[in-house]
């Protein structure tokens, strides 16, 4: 199973808003609709900010967003807030029971 | 609400064995599937394994492949992860993870054991 492609880091100032990509194939991302972006503050375990390529867990600020053309995946954060810092994860579901995940994006807040 | 906590990691030698544990509260532990997934020093994640709610289909990566197996005791609410054959690029911090269920995604991630090998 290969790595999602992410680009290594975005940066944005407060207010701003930021898209993360995540670039698969069409036997995970393209394939199917089981997208998720999972949140890392440093020192901590992740945490789902989205699922299903753009449905929200409950709690999660309606500031974030995700959607999926092709075999391309986005997150779009936007009102950022220095709280957004942190490094983000996209994965999908990849067929056969298996799942794959992209190699990270470190979001910088300005 | 959800709570993972992972427990049995430390450090041990190349070749050698551990198991890893995950002890789930605050839902029904015996109606979800569950993962493990590993994130080494500095670097991603990896998903390691899949295990469905019953026990009875059971994934896993082909980097671990034939070295570890995932398990599951509904009656005591615990996953767990026997790794044999131990190499150094399994050193990590393996995390617990609740799979949505409905959804191939993941949904709530424990705290995650660190596990390191090295002679």
């Known amino acids: 199973q290969s790595a999602l492609t992410q680009p290594r880091s975005v940066s944005g100032s407060p207010g701003q808003s930021v898209t993360i990509s995540c670039t698969g194939t069409s036997s995970d991302v393209g394939g199917y609709n089981f997208v998720s972006w999972s949140q890392q503050h440093p020192g901590k375990a992740p945490k789902v900010m989205i699922y299903?390529?753009?449905k929200r867990p409950s709690g999660v600020p309606d500031r974030f967003s995700g959607s999926k053309s092709g075999n391309t995946a986005s997150l779009t954060i936007s009102g950022l807030q220095a709280e957004d810092e942190a490094d983000y994860y996209c994965?999908?579901?990849?067929?056969?029971?298996?799942?794959?995940f992209g190699g990270g994006t470190k979001l910088t807040v300005l | 609400q959800v709570h993972l906590v992972e427990s049995g990691g430390g450090v041990v030698q190349p070749g050698r064995s551990l198991r890893l544990s995950c002890a789930a509260s605050?839902?029904?532990?015996?109606?979800?599937?569950m993962h493990w997934v590993r994130q080494a020093p500095g670097l991603g994640l990896e998903w390691v394994a899949f295990i469905s709610h019953d026990g009875n289909n059971k994934y896993h990566a082909d980097s671990v492949k034939g070295r570890f197996t995932i398990s599951r005791d509904n009656s005591k609410n615990t996953l767990s992860l026997q790794m044999d054959s131990l190499r150094p690029e399994d050193t990590a911090v393996y995390y617990c993870?609740?799979?949505?269920?409905?959804?191939?995604?993941?949904?709530?991630w424990g705290q995650g054991t660190l596990v390191t090998v090295s002679s």
């Open positions: 605050g839902f029904s532990f015996s109606s979800d599937s």
């Open positions: 994965s999908s579901y990849a067929g056969s029971y298996t799942w794959v």
């Open positions: 993870v609740k799979d949505r269920g409905g959804s191939w995604t993941f949904d709530f």
């Open positions: 299903d390529v753009s």
